[in-house]
C-alpha cells in the first residue's frame, strides 16, 4: 500500500459471518463503510451486528475503487443526498436450483441512473435467468424480504456515522481494472 492510500478514505464492502448465539448455521449480511483502512471499521462492524457476538468474522471484503467504469471516491458531504447523475447501487439477488436445499445468492453492484435501470441490469444477469424453476422463481432480496421494487442504493444503507459526514462520488473512469475481491476466513481482531 502505497503512503497515499493510506491517507485516502475509501469505500468498503464487506461479507460477515457469524455463528450467533441460539443459531443452528453461520448466517450472514452484508456491510458497508467508510474508512482509511479495515481496520477502522472494527467498532462500527461490532455495533451493527452486537448480536453476532464473539464468533463475528469477515468471509470476504472489496475496497470499491471502480464499478462499472466509474471511480468511486469519498469526499467531504456538501449538503444531503447524491448530486451525481449516476447513483452507486447494491442488489443481493437470490434463487434456486433444484434439488438443492438451499437459496443461492448472487451480489451485483452497479453504477445506473436510477433504481428502474438498477433493476434492468439486474434482470439481465445470468444468475437472474438461470437460478430459478416452475415454483421458485428467483427474486431480488431486500430488508423487507422478497420485493422487486426495492433496490439500495449504497447511501441509504450506509450507517448515519458515514453518511453524516461524507457522500460517495462517481468519476467516469472506462478503461480502470477491476477491483480485487478477497475470500477467506478473516477474524476481526486480525483486520
Known amino acids: 500500500m502505497d503512503i497515499e492510500s493510506k ?9 460477515l459471518g457469524s455463528k450467533a448465539p441460539g443459531r443452528h448455521v453461520e448466517q ?11 481496520k477502522e471499521l472494527v467498532p462500527e462492524i461490532k455495533k451493527f451486528w452486537s448480536e453476532a457476538g ?3 468474522h469477515i468471509d470476504a471484503w472489496r475496497e470499491i475503487n471502480i464499478v462499472d467504469g466509474y471511480r468511486i471516491s469519498i469526499k467531504p458531504r456538501e449538503g444531503k443526498g447524491n448530486v451525481d447523475q449516476q447513483k452507486l447501487f447494491f442488489i443481493n439477488l437470490g434463487g ?3 434439488n438443492k436445499f438451499e437459496e443461492q445468492h448472487y451480489v451485483v453492484l452497479t453504477v445506473k441512473p436510477n433504481r428502474a435501470a438498477a433493476f434492468s441490469e439486474a434482470k439481465e444477469t445470468l444468475f437472474f435467468k438461470n437460478n430459478h424453476f416452475e415454483g421458485a422463481r428467483t427474486h431480488i432480496d431486500d430488508k423487507y424480504g422478497i420485493d422487486v421494487d426495492d433496490l439500495y442504493e449504497i447511501d ?3 450507517l448515519p456515522v458515514y453518511t453524516e459526514k461524507y457522500q460517495i462520488a462517481l468519476t467516469e473512469e472506462p478503461e480502470a481494472a477491476a477491483d480485487k475481491i478477497h475470500l477467506g476466513y478473516l ?3 486480525n483486520v
Open 96 to 98: 434456486y436450483q433444484e
Open 187 to 189: 477474524k476481526l481482531a
Open 7 to 15: 491517507h485516502t478514505l475509501k469505500l468498503y464492502m464487506l461479507l
Open 28 to 38: 450472514h449480511d452484508f456491510f458497508f463503510g467508510i474508512a482509511h483502512s479495515m
Open 54 to 56: 464473539e464468533k463475528i
Open 156 to 158: 441509504e444503507i450506509l
